[in-house]
């Protein structure tokens, strides 16, 4: 269930369309760049973060009020409403992959959103349950600052920065979130502390 989610997928929509179509535009990361010299982020990036940012939100906001009393598995229906932004986010993007003839941001768009979703739902799978949307924004806000070395490449870990889909950090981030999701939704319970306005079966 998600509370608005009339407003979710369409947003996810929009966001496939103006990240892909944007593709292969560099933006000024603000403040670093006048101070570090030219320091850029792919624009793909800000339209996937805010999916994410919104798609979590709406989650999280309905699961609140009546989770706690709920004998279903309300955990797994945020996690199928993560993967269908995800599958609405693909569809989208490779459809505009195609008329922009791009399909490499495409396909960086989809593992954009993704990598910010196994964040997301990570973080709450860790107890971080209220603050788990912050994760996404302090993940490319850590990369944002540290990750380029003193060369000015980008460091493995700050995948979001790169344009390669494939990139191996990218996938071990999906991965790892998407096992920490895994276990979190068999558990009915966060792995590090207690669940906080999730219910549980007796």
Request: glycine share 10%.
């Amino acid at each position: 269930m998600v509370r608005r989610g009339w407003l979710t997928f369409p947003t996810a929509a929009l966001a496939g369309v103006m990240g892909t179509a944007s593709g292969k535009i560099d933006l000024p990361i603000p403040f670093l760049s006048s101070l570090l010299g030219p320091s850029t982020m792919p624009a793909a990036v800000i339209p996937s973060l805010l999916v994410a940012v919104i798609a979590s939100g709406m989650i999280q906001s309905a699961e609140m009020p009546w989770t706690s009393a709920s004998v279903r598995n309300v955990i797994g229906h945020s996690v199928a409403t993560a993967v269908g932004i995800v599958l609405v986010v693909f569809a989208v993007s490779s459809l505009t992959g195609v008329f922009v003839d791009d399909n490499n941001s495409a396909w960086l768009m989809v593992r954009n959103v993704t990598g910010f979703l196994a964040l997301w739902s990570a973080a709450k799978a860790l107890g971080a349950y209220r603050f788990a949307g912050l994760a996404p924004v302090i993940y490319l806000l850590v990369a944002a600052t540290f990750a380029r070395n003193p060369m000015g490449d980008v460091r493995g870990w700050a995948w979001i920065l790169g344009r390669n889909p494939g990139d191996p950090w990218g996938i071990a981030t999906v991965l790892l979130g998407g096992l920490l999701t895994l276990v979190y939704l068999l558990r009915r319970r966060t792995l590090i502390g207690k669940a906080r306005g999730l219910g549980t079966l007796p």
